[in-house]
């Protein structure tokens, strides 16, 4: 209850202060505090755009893989639509998805470029979505030299969080094996054709 007459007292005062023309003093804890909490706030964000581009990638190969396992031809001839038209499309489609599209989606999630690749093989079709980064343009937290940050204890996953942060070009790659048909065939009687 004091806290919140406090509180109450220096509002008045901060009020009647603006109201009598005289300039209001700043506290010390928000000037020294607040570029702290921004910097907080903007690593939390990249940490954030990490975890949303890892998620999106997932759903993305999930709807190319799907796709291609539906739409994609057995018989040798269609290879070249297949190529041409189907996978252009599906890339096209994850792009948009993903945020290629977007300056500002792609700036949050610094996305460089996106390729997608099929891999044919006589059981399995292996789809592979790869985005490259830029670097996330956190010029403070890339002051000091990897070799110093990512000491004794902390191991290739530092090395990869570094790169990732200060150097950008990193690689995220998703794999997805589908097999050659999963279409709905039509059920012919033996003899009746």
């Not at 995220?172 to 009746?192: A, M, W």
Request: hydrophobic share 40%; with cysteine; glycine share 6%.
């Amino acid at each position: 209850m004091t806290a919140l007459r406090a509180l109450s007292s220096r509002a008045g005062r901060c009020a009647s202060a603006l109201r009598a023309g005289r300039p209001g003093q700043a506290m010390t804890e928000v000037v020294l505090l607040f570029p702290i909490f921004l910097l907080i706030v903007f690593i939390t964000a990249k940490i954030f755009a990490l975890l949303v581009l890892v998620q999106k990638l997932e759903i993305a190969s999930y709807y190319a893989a799907r796709r291609w396992q539906l739409e994609s031809h057995i018989s040798p001839e269609y290879t070249t639509w297949d190529a041409n038209t189907l996978q252009k499309d599906i890339e096209k489609n994850i792009k948009g998805y993903i945020g290629f599209d977007s300056a500002s989606v792609k700036k949050f999630l610094n996305l460089r470029e996106l390729r997608m690749e099929v891999t044919r093989t006589q059981v399995w079709n292996v789809v592979t979505i790869t985005v490259v980064t830029n670097p996330s343009g956190m010029k403070m937290l890339c002051k000091y030299p990897k070799q110093s940050v990512c000491a004794a204890p902390y191991g290739q996953a530092c090395n990869n969080g570094y790169d990732y942060l200060c150097q950008g070009g990193k690689q995220l790659e998703v794999i997805k094996y589908v097999p050659n048909r999963d279409r709905p065939i039509q059920f012919v009687l033996p003899g009746l054709k």
